[in-house]
């Protein structure tokens, strides 16, 4: 069965075509900096909000009724979506996708019941995969949609819940290992607090800290050699998720002593906290713990989760200067954790929302790129620290002077010189190359 009829292989045409349904800046095999576009950018197809969701807001019900929502079963559904996912990855020429278990599977009726089903789905998948050549990027648990999980999994205050959180995570890491997910992730939906006065924080992520633990120590025991991914979200379900930002997650690791976790950023839940998509990565690029990027954006006007296609190319731009100056993404790569307008209702609007997702981070990078190499930015920065490379500066950052002979350098040196910081200058350079 095919969906998406009369649509093939996007074609690369080049930024004259005006074909809507063709590449204007993405080719998958052009170089740049010594690696393809494919290698640099590693895009994945979500399964959940592109074959799951349907339109559904607080307000309404959805308004997409796709082919492959409509069966006999759940199972029967759960194929379609499938069968769609794997021809969308094939004919978009995206290498990966990423699932929650539960994207993958209906729940049963008891633990084993839906690791049977899950078992079932992934042995489907992994046909799937063999066909198309697509692969999986990340796999994750849904440990917030059931009821049960409504004060979190492993930070449940109920023992009985967090359990079944293991049992989840269990099961997906092992299937995630069967299908050679590069990645696991984190998403700590509902790990957190909504009223702090009946919550026991402290408590709480001493748990989080050892359920990760157990999850690692499963990894190792069943040979699982991708990488754990934690994804900061500051709010959205709740009203403080513990895995706010990037600074929480990496102070959250290091007062727990855990150093097997990376960090999975997502554009839209850094500007939730109040920081720009390019900040929260660059504080988890200087730990050396970028791992992946969920890649959409959010809204200026409004203050939610809406997870639109990334089409912005300063942020795209500013992202991969990011990326490129830390040297890459490693095992993770750009997952379109984003979702069609409510009122995009044709089958085509999904080709048309990652085609301009995916045109917008080539850009990026090409931009970034140049930007890097035949800009003066680099220069720049270096020189803006100069003064620490040589004489006193260098022996400060060498520890080699105490504040006492900081205070007689300033004394003795008297007012500092004012010097530039040029924003405007540096500005303009990404507005040159963009
Ligand atoms: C929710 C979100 C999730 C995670 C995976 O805001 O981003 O879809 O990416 O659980
Ligand atoms: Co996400």
Redesign the pocket.
């Known amino acids: 069965m095919e969906y998406f009829k009369g649509i093939g292989e996007i074609p690369f045409e080049g930024a004259k075509s005006k074909n809507p349904l063709a590449f204007k800046h993405y080719k998958a095999d052009e170089k740049i900096a010594g690696k393809t576009m494919k290698e640099h950018l590693r895009f994945a197809v979500c399964h959940w909000h592109t074959f799951c969701g349907t339109g559904a807001d607080p307000f309404g019900p959805g308004t997409r009724k796709y082919p492959w929502h409509v069966g006999k079963t759940a199972i029967e559904i759960a194929e379609k979506k499938q069968d769609a996912l794997f021809e969308l990855c094939s004919k978009l020429t995206v290498p990966y996708y990423c699932f929650h278990d539960r994207d993958l599977a209906p729940e049963g009726s008891s633990v084993q019941e839906s690791e049977d089903i899950l078992w079932k789905m992934a042995e489907r998948s992994k046909k799937k995969q063999k066909e198309t050549g697509v692969k999986l990027l990340w796999g994750t648990a849904n440990l917030f949609s059931n009821p049960r999980y409504m004060n979190g999994a492993s930070t449940n205050p109920d023992f009985d819940v967090l359990c079944h959180g293991a049992a989840q995570v269990k099961a997906a890491l092992d299937v995630t290992k069967f299908l050679g997910g590069e990645n696991y992730v984190f ?1 700590g939906g509902r790990e957190g607090y909504d009223f702090l006065f009946n919550t026991d924080m402290k408590r709480e992520l001493a748990h989080f800290a050892q359920f990760l633990k157990l999850a690692k120590a499963h990894a190792d025991k069943i040979g699982f050699k991708g990488q754990f991914l934690i ?1 900061p979200k500051p709010m959205e379900p709740t009203k403080h998720q513990y895995d706010f930002d990037s600074a929480t997650v990496l102070g959250f690791l290091k007062s727990h002593d855990i150093d097997f976790v990376k960090l999975n950023i ?1 554009a839209n839940h850094a500007t939730l906290a109040g920081h720009t998509f390019a900040h929260d990565l660059q504080v988890a690029a200087d730990a050396g713990k970028l791992g992946s990027i ?1 890649a959409n954006r959010g809204d200026a006007q409004n203050g939610w989760d809406t997870d639109q296609f990334p089409t912005n190319l300063y942020d795209t731009t500013e992202a991969m200067l990011v990326v490129l100056r830390s040297g890459g993404l490693g095992s993770g790569g750009l997952n379109f ?1 984003a979702k069609v307008r409510r009122n995009s209702t044709d089958l085509e609007d999904i080709f048309l929302a990652h085609i301009g997702g995916m045109d917008a981070f080539a850009r990026g990078l090409k931009t970034a790129h140049r930007i890097i190499t035949e800009s003066p930015l680099q220069e720049q920065l270096k020189n803006r620290y100069a003064s620490y490379d040589k004489g006193d500066g260098k022996k400060f950052e060498q520890g080699k002077l105490t504040l006492e002979n900081l205070r007689d350098l300033a004394a003795k040196k008297g007012e500092p010189k004012q010097i530039s910081g040029k924003q405007e200058l540096i500005e303009n350079y990404i507005n040159d190359y963009i």
């Open positions: 998403w994804e997502e969920d954790d």
